[in-house]
């Protein structure tokens, strides 16, 4: 804020604020011991309101700084009305947990457990194989029976599309493969996952998991020609860019994401494809975010 000069009575304070208000300049007045200060709240405004402001002290009985006044109340109960809408739509993330988990955030929840029972059968039970078989973007047994010419991304999807195994393009997300991979990746669902589930509804949410799950399992498996890789991470980089598109385009929304996270999840994003962490599924987290914030600005998808 800048100041901007004193004036001597409550009355001519308010008159002026009211003036400012209607014109488009938010002023600020504090009460002092025998003065009213008169403060000017953004940067850009300063020149405008130091001319008005000069205006007003050489004729301050002008009956145009008195007219203003019905018309100041409408704009501040309008302003307050705006507030408390954007209010309203924000997501009190320790009021929702006191709910049960299962009737707060089912799809959520159905992420976690099943990733668990997976990893725990995969890790625990000793039966790794046997659910890759099942749950990965392409059966190794099916690729072995068709002719070499047909073993392509296409001619795979093709073939596993027509013995009905659909579930495919979505169940590699369930898979981790490792103890750091899982904790990882619970972390983020849940924190992003209850988030859009609470503001978006259930529906909402599991169709927003389908897509982009679909998206980054079939462009990781085209561009890598490979069905070995699992995980949630390309989801939970889908949920992170819808929210961060949320909160920098619909601020109204009710979304919020912190600056921090975001230089967090981007820096990590980056790291991983230096090779640094080791064999990741670079494709399928680039296309998950993008995915992501693209969902971010179609209509049907909002809260």
Known sequence: MRHLGELDSADKASAFQDFMLTNGVSIHVDEEADHWSIWVKEEDDL???SDEFEQFCSYPDDSKYYETRKNAEAIRQQEAKRIKEIADRRVDVRNRWRKPLLKACPVTLALIVISVVV????????????????????????????PLQERTVSGVLKAEMSRGEIWRVVTPIFMHFGIFH?????????????????????????????LIATVSNLAQFYFRNSPHFGGMSGV???????????SKFFPGSGFYINPN???????????????????????AHGFGLVSGMVLAFIPVFDS
């Open 47 to 49: 020149e405008k309101a």
């Open 119 to 146: 990893f725990l059968g995969m890790d625990v039970a000793k039966k790794k194989e046997e659910i890759f078989q099942f749950m990965s973007i392409a059966n190794k047994q099916l690729i072995n029976q068709l």
């Open 182 to 210: 899982i904790l990882f990746n619970m972390m983020w669902t849940k924190d992003l996952g209850t988030i859009i589930e609470f503001k978006n509804g259930s529906l909402k949410m599991l169709i927003m998991v389908l």
């Open 236 to 246: 939970v980089f889908g949920l992170f860019g819808y929210i961060w598109m949320k």
């Open 261 to 283: 996270t975001v230089f967090l999840m981007i820096g990590w994003l980056i790291l991983c494809t230096t090779g640094a962490m080791g064999p990741i599924a670079n494709y």
